[in-house]
Nanobody, 116 residues
Framework: QVQLVESGGGLVQPGGSLRLSCAASGSIFNVNAMGWYRQAPGKQRELVARISSGGSINYADSFKGRFTISRDNAKNTAYLQMDSLKPEDTAVYYC??????????WGQGTQVIVSS
C-alpha cells in the first residue's frame, strides 16, 4: 500500500504564498510521476501540475507562472509552491502518485483558502 500525506495548506491573503508538501510512504515501486490537483467547491477536480521521475513537468495553463512543482525523489516528496494567490485558488489540493503500471494513489487533500 501507498500512503500520501499532504501538508502546508491554510488561510492566506490574496497575493500571498503557500508551499504544499506531499510525502509518499509504503510500498513505493516504479513511481512514474507525482502530481497536484485541486477541487474547488462545486467544481470538478482539475490538474494543477505534474512532474515525472525524470523531471519532466507539465502545468495546466491556468497555473503557469504562479505555481511551481518540484520533487525530491530521495524523500519521495513532491512540493507545490504557490505564489500570487487569488481568491479563486481556494480549493482542496490533492497529491497523486502514478506508478509505471498505471496505478494511481491519492492523498486526503489539504485545504487552501485565499481570503482577506
Amino acid at each position: 500500500q501507498v500512503q500520501l500525506v499532504e501538508s502546508g495548506g491554510g488561510l492566506v491573503q490574496p497575493g500571498g504564498s503557500l508551499r504544499l508538501s506531499c510525502a509518499a510512504s509504503g510500498s513505493i515501486f516504479n513511481v512514474n510521476a507525482m502530481g497536484w490537483y485541486r477541487q474547488a467547491p462545486g467544481k470538478q477536480r482539475e490538474l494543477v501540475a505534474r512532474i515525472s521521475s525524470g523531471g519532466s513537468i507539465n502545468y495546466a495553463d491556468s497555473f503557469k507562472g504562479r505555481f511551481t512543482i518540484s520533487r525530491d525523489n530521495a524523500k519521495n516528496t513532491a512540493y507545490l509552491q504557490m505564489d500570487s494567490l487569488k481568491p479563486e485558488d481556494t480549493a482542496v489540493y490533492y497529491c497523486r502518485l502514478e506508478t509505471a503500471k498505471l496505478a494511481y494513489y491519492w492523498g486526503q487533500g489539504t485545504q487552501v483558502i485565499v481570503s482577506s
